[in-house]
């Protein structure tokens, strides 16, 4: 632990749980940034962040001259100034994917997670996410890793939301024939870079001690 007053780090605006959070974590671990990290409270927001994030939302990196705000961003920012493990080696493509996994497959996550909230038909929404899993499924039948034998920003873009889809009905998502899938996700869980992003911090206010990450 360091002073609040001695830090000039960036600043990572996380929430543990929250799988945008997740892959900016695991972006600025990967890359090898160390950063001041302050756990938010999504029903209880800092007022620091608040005034940071132009979105209220987490993730945010405060780099002093500018701030980022949206998770893939800092993705990006991140491997780009650091990329030991070639995240970024990865086909055009990639980034479809991964516009798809933001785009309909997480609209359809939170209308199957949530269906009360959203008065949806959770197993019409879980249906379609699951054509996006198939999908996925398919690209992984002949390689562990989404485009070839070892990860990149895709992976780490849309593993958290495949987690979070599973944990919503393990027992329905296992018993599912994308074996790959399955594989894919449990080696992505129980990988020592997602163990080490996923330690609890305590929820941060202005004047604590600072939290280093990675
Ligand atoms: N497009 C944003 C979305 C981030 C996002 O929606 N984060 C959620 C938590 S998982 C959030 O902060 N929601 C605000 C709230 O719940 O008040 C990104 O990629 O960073």
């Known amino acids: 632990m360091i002073d609040a007053t001695q830090s000039s780090l960036p600043v990572l605006y996380s929430f543990r749980r929250c799988p945008y959070a997740m892959r900016a974590r695991l972006a600025v671990q990967s890359a090898g940034i160390k950063c001041e990290l302050r756990e938010i409270l999504l029903r209880d ?12 939302t987490v993730p945010c990196l405060d780099l002093g001259d500018r701030v980022i705000d949206e998770s893939l961003d800092i993705m990006l920012w991140a491997l780009g100034e650091n990329d030991p493990e070639n995240l970024l080696r990865m086909p055009q493509d990639g980034f479809d994917l991964i516009a798809e996994s933001d785009g309909p497959f997480k609209t359809a996550l939170d209308r199957y997670k949530y269906s009360t909230r959203y008065g949806s038909d959770a197993l019409d ?4 996410g699951a054509e996006f899993l198939f999908e ?12 070839g034998t070892s990860p ?7 593993a958290p939301f495949v987690r979070q889809f599973a944990n919503t009905d393990k027992g329905w998502f ?16 129980n990988s020592q870079q997602f163990q080490s992003i996923m330690q609890k911090y ?8 600072i939290t280093i990450f990675p």
């Not at 927001?45 to 209220?56: D, G, I």
């Not at 929404?125 to 379609?128: D, G, K, P, Q, V």
């Not at 305590?202 to 001690?209: E, F, I, L, M, R």
Request: glycine share 4%.
């Open 45 to 56: 927001k800092a007022p620091e962040f608040l005034e940071k994030s132009p979105s209220a």
């Open 125 to 128: 929404e879980r249906a379609t």
């Open 136 to 147: 996925i499924n398919g690209m992984l039948a002949d390689q562990p890793y989404l485009y």
């Open 152 to 158: 990149t920003l895709a992976d780490m873009a849309i």
């Open 174 to 189: 296992d018993d599912q024939p994308w074996l790959a899938l399955r594989d894919w996700l449990d080696r992505f869980i």
């Open 202 to 209: 305590p929820v941060w206010k202005a004047g604590d001690d």
